[in-house]
């Protein structure tokens, strides 16, 4: 999910298959749930953010593995900014490493928000 403040958008940083980098916050979807539920889950897990969707960004082929990317813009409506950690994953085990704030601006390149840059800027 896309949440964007202050001409600043949300990212985490990820520590994935040896890799590390910046991402937009989200994950895979459980049975049963719908994309939209899953992004506001997967934001709630990650950084403690409460967010109600407000529109549709993107939707294509993932750029890692396989399916489908949804990518919906994101409002916050509640809770406290700060990393979420896997209860199932050793401290030295977890995959998320850093939140933060980044200027629209210095990442209009990155992968994934060159993707929904596009719809972002857009009215809606």
Excluded: N
């Excluded at 990212?11 to 937009?24: A, D, F, K």
């Excluded at 719908?34 to 549709?56: F, G, N, W």
């Amino acid at each position: 999910m896309a949440v964007v403040k202050d001409g600043h958008i949300l990212l985490v940083r990820q520590t994935y298959q040896g890799e590390s980098l910046w991402t937009l916050p989200g994950g895979g979807i459980e049975p049963g749930e719908s994309p939209e539920k899953t992004a506001i889950r997967e934001v709630k897990e990650e950084v403690h953010l409460d967010t109600r969707i407000l529109r549709l960004l993107y939707t294509g082929p993932r750029q890692r593995g396989t399916g489908t990317y949804f990518c919906y813009l994101g409002e916050i409506v509640g809770g406290e900014l700060r990393l979420g950690a896997d209860p199932e994953l050793s401290e030295d085990a977890q995959e998320l490493r850093a939140v933060r704030w980044w200027p629209l601006d210095a990442v209009s390149e990155h992968p994934e928000v060159s993707l929904i840059l596009p719809a972002l800027l857009s009215p809606p």
